[in-house]
């Protein structure tokens, strides 16, 4: 007891000390971001005053310049430039130069970037929310849950285990490489294209970006023509943040365009990350193969949402609600299918029904309202072209959202909350993505019947299934195919940034977030070098060098027998005939002689 005392205080008095150190905040440099001219009482010129009416159909592609406006209200907020192919292989060409000097950075400088970009984030919550509020039509509360804390939980993983899981990892060497050392390397890429949509214009943009950087790349980030004006002033804080640690400003470029812009940009970089529809993402493939560089596809889904018997209602129905307006034109990973067991089935909707009656839509900076506008132009006709088509096939609407205040101007941008009852998978709307806010819920008889009815789409992203048995829920969970499974839960998962996303089929493949999608932007290097060099070097064995021996097969079989046999005995057996040939002098070039012969 006398020798493990000292050991205990020592213990206990440096876990006291590395509480204490905690306690005192880091210092972290403040960054200053103008944002006047995006603010509602800002100093915006009155030519950007007037009410938007988009072209219809894709004839804004052939602009040179890509138009601004709010979808809640179709008040114009501006314009950015639609990049040429010139442009954008010279914005390229300027982040390849400044990562050769990026490559060099330590990780601590990098994690003093990562954390600049969270100070300023917690501090300025409100404001990047209403803006990515007014650039989409979603809500305050929406933009933070999906835009705030999930990249502010990329950054506490990327500051916690990022460079844990870059350092080289050692692997193990195998019977016949003993006296060398194998490891595994993660170098930098050079330059990432992300090409991003416009469901979650913040987080799109600091997702590829922050992975990127840590790992020591450049990136490109092409984003969407519908959400660029916000993209354009979230580019503003990424580079006064690397100001602020005197890295290269060119090391991150954001460009803006249609078309053109991003195919400019796929057959320039190193690899692409794309978010966005399974059509766009061929064709990136496409283009990728013609200078064979990796990609990485997020094309969407068609989530099942599995319901069953055993659950507590109340609780699944309030889950179920959340997960269906979270694609109110908002979310790529939203629940579109619910599978409902039918012992509860007109429980789950009547609760389900009191709910999303009570849903208010409206636009989301006007009011308290639950439900914002739709992000993009003729989207509610697609809506409205997936239930009619349903109704026709016998399909029965039960409930509905209300609408609050709307703009005569806006109204096309609206679309409420819809339960429908009576689907199946004839209809368009268990077979397409809606990416909105309706909900078409039907029953299941069996658990192997809810599995069956999950795996009967073409789309392989995520999944949630509800069982008052957690063990029965994760059984079912994992007999679906997709990337990512969330038991009694809906997209839990994207909060844990060490697990990867992404799916399978039409939903696309390569992941990004955790450990895989960390080490995706990086070149993966096999080393393998001498253990105990200079000491023990790689000899060829005297039979096998050339000219090669008589015995040289032999001395082969004996080897393999000796390293690989499956009994001991076997191995001595075969390791004696190899050190026998090894002491045999046998005469150089026999063998090559008797085939002479």
Not at 204 to 217: K, R, T, V
Request: aromatic share 10%; with cysteine.
């Amino acid at each position: 007891m006398a020798f493990w005392w000292p050991l205990l205080v020592l213990a206990f008095a440096y876990g006291i000390c590395k509480f204490l150190f905690m306690l005192i905040p880091p210092s972290v440099p403040s960054i200053d971001v103008d944002a006047s001219d995006v603010l509602e009482d800002g100093n915006q010129s009155q030519e950007n005053s007037f009410i938007y009416v988009p072209p219809r159909g894709n004839s804004q592609q052939s602009s040179k310049i890509v138009q601004c406006y709010e979808p809640a209200t179709m008040k114009y907020l501006g314009y950015v430039p639609a990049l040429t192919y010139d442009e954008v292989k010279d914005r390229v060409a300027k982040v390849r130069k400044a990562q050769k000097m990026w490559a060099k950075t330590s990780f601590k400088q990098r994690r003093l970037f990562l954390r600049i970009l969270l100070k300023y984030m917690i501090k300025h919550q409100a404001l990047i929310c209403e803006i990515s509020s007014r650039d989409t039509g979603k809500t305050t509360v929406d933009a933070s849950l999906g835009e705030i804390m999930t990249t502010c939980e990329k950054i506490h993983w990327l500051l916690s285990e990022g460079e844990r899981w870059l350092k080289p990892e050692y692997r193990s060497s195998g019977n016949s490489m003993l006296h060398k050392r194998a490891k595994v390397e993660f170098h930098p890429l050079g330059v990432i294209g992300a090409i991003v949509s416009w469901n979650y214009p913040f987080h799109n943009i600091f997702n590829p970006m922050l992975a990127a950087l840590f790992s020591g790349n450049g990136i490109v980030i092409k984003i969407s023509e519908h959400a660029s004006w916000s993209g354009c002033f979230y580019f503003r804080i990424i580079q006064s943040a690397l100001a602020a640690i005197g890295a290269p400003e060119e090391l991150v470029e954001v460009i803006t365009g249609f078309g053109e812009t991003g195919e400019a940009l796929v057959s320039s970089v190193d690899k692409v990350i794309f978010v966005g529809s399974p059509g766009v993402g061929k064709m990136i493939m496409s283009n990728a193969a013609d200078t064979l560089i990796p990609v990485t596809l997020e094309l969407g889904g068609k989530d099942a949402f599995i319901v069953c018997e055993d659950v507590d209602v109340d609780h699944v129905a309030q889950i179920a609600a959340r997960a269906v307006l979270q694609s109110s034109g908002q979310n790529c990973a939203g629940a579109e299918r619910f599978y409902v067991h039918r012992d509860i089935y007109a429980s789950f909707v009547s609760k389900i029904t009191k709910i999303i009656k009570s849903v208010t839509v409206g636009p989301p900076l006007a009011g308290r309202y639950d439900m914002g506008a739709l992000c993009m132009h003729e989207h509610s006709e697609k809506l409205e072209g997936l239930v009619n088509d349903a109704l026709d096939k016998g399909a029965e609407i039960v409930a509905r959202g209300s609408f609050g205040h709307i703009g005569e101007d806006a109204v096309d941008q609206y679309f409420p909350p819809t339960v429908i009852i009576n689907v199946n998978h004839s209809m368009r709307l268990m077979q397409e993505e809606a990416f909105g806010p309706v909900m078409p819920i039907m029953k299941f008889s069996s658990d192997e019947e809810a599995v069956k009815l999950a795996n009967d789409s073409k789309y392989g992203l995520g999944c949630a299934v509800f069982s008052g048995s957690q063990s029965r829920a994760r059984e079912i969970a994992s007999q679906i195919h997709c990337g990512v499974a969330a038991v009694n839960d809906f997209a839990a998962s994207y909060m844990c940034q060490s697990l990867p996303f992404g799916g399978v089929k039409h939903s696309g493949f390569g992941r990004f977030g955790g450990v895989e999608g960390l080490r995706a932007c990086c070149l993966v290097k096999a080393v393998v070098e001498d253990r105990w060099w200079p000491f023990v070097k790689t000899k060829i064995p005297k039979p096998i060098q050339y000219p090669v021996a008589e015995n040289g097969f032999e001395f082969q079989e004996s080897l393999v027998e000796a390293l690989y046999g499956l009994s001991i005995w076997e191995r001595l057996q075969a390791l004696v005939k190899v050190l026998k040939m090894l002491t045999e002098q046998n005469p150089a070039g026999s063998s090559s002689k008797k085939r002479n012969d």
